[in-house]
């Protein structure tokens, strides 16, 4: 049951076809860009995250 949905197990090696396959499609260029923009999101979710914690923290303590 450890299986993600469909995707089964990975090795090194389709990792490392995969890794090709997306440095094709998007270039040299272009990653760096990406994984920016993933970060900046993850970090976005996080933060908000936080907020909510807080806030369901707060609205126990009024109580």
Do not use: H, Y
Not at 6 to 11: A, D, P, T, V, Y
Not at 19 to 30: D, E, Y
Request: proline share 2%; glycine share 16%; no cysteine.
């Amino acid at each position: 049951m450890n299986n993600f949905l469909f995707l089964g197990n990975f090795g090194t090696g389709e990792i490392i076809i995969i890794a090709l396959i997306v440095l094709l499609l998007f270039g040299g260029r272009k990653i760096p860009e990406l994984m920016k923009g993933i970060g900046k999101g993850v970090r976005s979710f996080k933060d908000g995250m936080n907020n909510i914690e807080k806030e369901i923290e707060g609205t126990d303590d009024k109580k």
